[in-house]
């Protein structure tokens, strides 16, 4: 694959391209080694552009979604080309006065308001459905620590009055359908709270323990189509409240709490066969460790596929809390259909991480992926990447405190990857401290970002450089950067936010 191409001229490249054709489904792959010869090598600084929350491009690249300042409007562009003409050698003169300016590069398709008066846009939460271009977002209203206990809610986790899921066909803005939830929490941050699989979307109440399964039909309305938490099946609550009117009332732990009891219990019975040892046994794994067990709460969920679920469960502290690394947290496969939880694993276990290694595409695999999206680079599908994991395996002082914090990014979240090709680690080595494709802030660095070929280790194919030209700021203002790569153009906008200071937005592209 990497011989494929000899040259590294782009027009000697296409002519191979003519006259070789690689191997059977190797295709992409192939095409996408041009990227090291079509590279965002021109920076225009310090843009003069609206003063938006840009968000990300959606992965097929047609939309750039973004927000007012205010939390209150949903902005939708769509990418364009910068285009100009001149009588002599273009590449000898400067740009026109028009390229300095954010409407060459983007055309505003609308501005919706989507917030009312009390409700905010969460700027960090967005799913786009490709196939059918709906958008997902949520609104909430302020978060309350200080909430009234309520009648089957978790104490310790923070309630929000309101908070409401929109669907938007991103195509000309029109509101479809809502979801709201009231008196709730969900982790709406880098959209943790809910993920998207095909036309199935689950979202997760902390507050109340539930797992909410909604179809997302092609007519774009929102159907709830299951609910797991209290009750497992359809007619759990119809049969415990028929056997409470006979007599047989009491106090009933969740479903989901339920099934993760009792996997556990017949999990740590079978490992020991002689009978007399395992009631020993029973005692000191199961029945001492049992109110940890019961006050395990979820975490966090994602879809493996249409019919299994991939759950987190954790302390309350935990599910709150920003850094989970350190605590102790348990994963399960919970089978929807017949409401059974088919494995668990601690978050230390090596055979979750062997399985984390081997197979992590498997986490994050959705059949309506883009063609870009399905070729984002990971340790099972890039032994340039697997490399780099084993290394840091080996510098680790702990294999188990490694292991955990390599767990701490499961269940995966989902669409927090950028599907750009200059992110493929088969094509391109980067500093991942400083950029990556995953969708956080980054410290601001002084220094421009190198982009150097794998294929030629000495060679930097390009640079991207946060902030202004000058590089003259005050060092002691907290700064961070973050990066919008479009999923197939070359090219990328670098933001730099300074406290107290305007927003700085670099636009990088191959001229």
Same mark, same amino acid.
């Given at each position: 694959?990497?011989?494929?191409?000899?040259s590294?001229?782009?027009?000697?490249?296409?002519?191979?391209?003519?006259?070789?054709?690689?191997?059977?489904?190797?295709?992409?792959?192939?095409?996408?080694?041009?990227?090291?010869?079509?590279?965002?090598?021109?920076?225009?600084?310090?843009?003069?552009?609206?003063?938006?929350?840009?968000?990300?491009f959606?992965?097929?690249?047609?939309?750039?979604?973004?927000?007012?300042?205010?939390?209150?409007?949903?902005?939708?562009?769509?990418?364009?080309?910068?285009?100009?003409?001149?009588?002599?050698?273009?590449?000898?003169h400067?740009?026109?006065a028009?390229?300095?300016?954010?409407?060459?590069?983007?055309?505003?398709?609308?501005?919706?308001?989507l917030?009312?008066s009390?409700?905010?846009?969460?700027?960090?939460?967005?799913?786009?459905?490709e196939?059918?271009?709906? +958008?997902? $977002?949520?609104?909430?209203?302020? =978060?309350?620590?200080? #909430?009234?206990a309520t009648?089957?809610?978790?104490?310790? &986790? %923070?309630?929000?009055?309101?908070?409401?899921f929109?669907?938007?066909?991103?195509?000309?803005?029109?509101?479809?359908?809502?979801?709201?939830f009231?008196?709730?929490?969900?982790n709406?941050?880098?959209?943790?709270?809910a993920?998207?699989?095909?036309?199935?979307?689950?979202?997760?109440?902390?507050?109340?323990?539930?797992?909410?399964?909604?179809?997302?039909?092609?007519?774009?309305?929102?159907?709830?189509?299951?609910?797991?938490?209290?009750?497992?099946?359809?007619?759990?609550?119809?049969?415990?409240?028929?056997h409470?009117?006979?007599?047989?009332? +009491?106090? $009933?732990l969740?479903?989901?709490k =339920?099934?993760?009891? #009792?996997?556990?219990?017949?999990?740590t019975?079978?490992? &020991? %066969?002689?009978?007399?040892?395992?009631?020993?046994?029973?005692k000191?794994?199961?029945?001492?460790h049992?109110?940890d067990y019961?006050?395990?709460?979820?975490?966090?969920?994602?879809?493996?596929?249409?019919?299994?679920?991939?759950?987190k469960?954790?302390?309350?502290?935990?599910?709150?809390?920003r850094?989970?690394?350190?605590?102790?947290?348990?994963?399960?496969?919970?089978?929807?259909?017949?409401?059974?939880?088919?494995?668990?694993?601690?978050?230390s276990?090596?055979?979750?991480?062997?399985?984390?290694?081997?197979?992590?595409?498997?986490?994050?695999?959705?059949?309506?992926?883009?063609?870009?999206?399905?070729?984002?680079s990971?340790?099972?599908?890039?032994?340039?990447?697997?490399?780099?994991?084993?290394?840091?395996?080996?510098?680790?002082?702990?294999s188990?405190?490694?292991?955990?914090?390599?767990m701490?990014?499961?269940?995966y979240?989902?669409?927090s990857?950028?599907?750009?090709?200059?992110?493929?680690?088969?094509?391109?080595?980067?500093?991942?401290?400083?950029?990556?494709?995953?969708?956080?802030?980054?410290?601001?660095?002084?220094?421009?970002?190198?982009f150097?070929?794998?294929?030629?280790p000495n060679v930097?194919?390009?640079?991207?450089?946060?902030?202004?030209?000058?590089?003259a700021?005050?060092?002691?203002a907290?700064?961070?950067?973050?990066?919008?790569?479009?999923?197939?153009?070359?090219?990328?906008?670098?933001?730099?936010?300074?406290?107290?200071?305007?927003?700085?937005i670099?636009?990088?592209?191959?001229?």
């Amino acid at each position: 694959m990497a011989r494929f191409f000899r040259s590294s001229n782009l027009a000697s490249r296409v002519f191979d391209r003519q006259l070789l054709s690689p191997r059977p489904g190797a295709a992409v792959n192939t095409i996408r080694q041009f990227y090291e010869n079509l590279v965002p090598s021109y920076t225009i600084y310090d843009i003069d552009c609206p003063d938006y929350s840009f968000r990300k491009f959606t992965d097929d690249g047609k939309y750039l979604v973004a927000f007012s300042r205010n939390h209150q409007d949903l902005i939708v562009y769509r990418p364009i080309w910068l285009t100009y003409s001149c009588n002599e050698d273009c590449d000898s003169h400067d740009l026109p006065a028009k390229s300095k300016k954010f409407d060459s590069f983007f055309k505003q398709l609308y501005s919706i308001p989507l917030a009312s008066s009390n409700e905010y846009i969460c700027k960090d939460f967005f799913l786009y459905m490709e196939c059918n271009q709906f +958008g997902l $977002f949520a609104t909430s209203t302020a =978060q309350s620590n200080d #909430s009234t206990a309520t009648e089957g809610a978790i104490h310790g &986790v %923070p309630s929000i009055e309101k908070i409401t899921f929109y669907l938007v066909r991103l195509e000309d803005g029109v509101i479809l359908d809502e979801k709201a939830f009231c008196n709730d929490f969900i982790n709406l941050a880098h959209s943790i709270g809910a993920y998207l699989y095909e036309d199935l979307l689950c979202i997760v109440s902390l507050r109340y323990q539930t797992v909410h399964i909604l179809q997302i039909r092609d007519s774009g309305n929102l159907v709830e189509v299951r609910r797991i938490g209290a009750f497992c099946r359809e007619d759990d609550e119809l049969f415990l409240h028929s056997h409470a009117q006979t007599g047989y009332g +009491g106090s $009933f732990l969740p479903g989901i709490k =339920q099934r993760l009891l #009792s996997y556990i219990f017949r999990k740590t019975r079978n490992e &020991v %066969p002689d009978q007399t040892l395992r009631v020993q046994h029973l005692k000191k794994k199961f029945y001492f460790h049992f109110q940890d067990y019961v006050d395990l709460i979820i975490w966090k969920v994602q879809f493996l596929d249409r019919h299994h679920l991939f759950i987190k469960f954790g302390s309350v502290d935990g599910g709150v809390s920003r850094s989970t690394d350190q605590n102790l947290a348990f994963f399960a496969v919970y089978n929807m259909e017949t409401t059974d939880i088919v494995s668990l694993y601690e978050n230390s276990s090596e055979e979750l991480y062997s399985l984390f290694e081997q197979f992590y595409d498997h986490f994050h695999a959705n059949p309506q992926d883009s063609s870009h999206g399905k070729f984002i680079s990971s340790h099972s599908n890039d032994v340039h990447a697997l490399d780099q994991l084993r290394t840091i395996k080996n510098k680790a002082s702990s294999s188990s405190q490694f292991v955990k914090k390599m767990m701490a990014s499961l269940p995966y979240t989902c669409q927090s990857q950028s599907p750009s090709p200059y992110f493929d680690l088969s094509l391109f080595r980067y500093d991942e401290k400083l950029i990556s494709a995953i969708d956080r802030h980054r410290h601001w660095t002084e220094h421009p970002i190198k982009f150097i070929s794998v294929r030629q280790p000495n060679v930097v194919k390009f640079k991207i450089k946060p902030g202004s030209d000058s590089g003259a700021s005050d060092s002691r203002a907290k700064r961070i950067s973050s990066f919008l790569f479009h999923p197939f153009f070359p090219l990328a906008l670098s933001i730099q936010q300074t406290y107290m200071q305007p927003t700085v937005i670099n636009i990088h592209f191959r001229r």
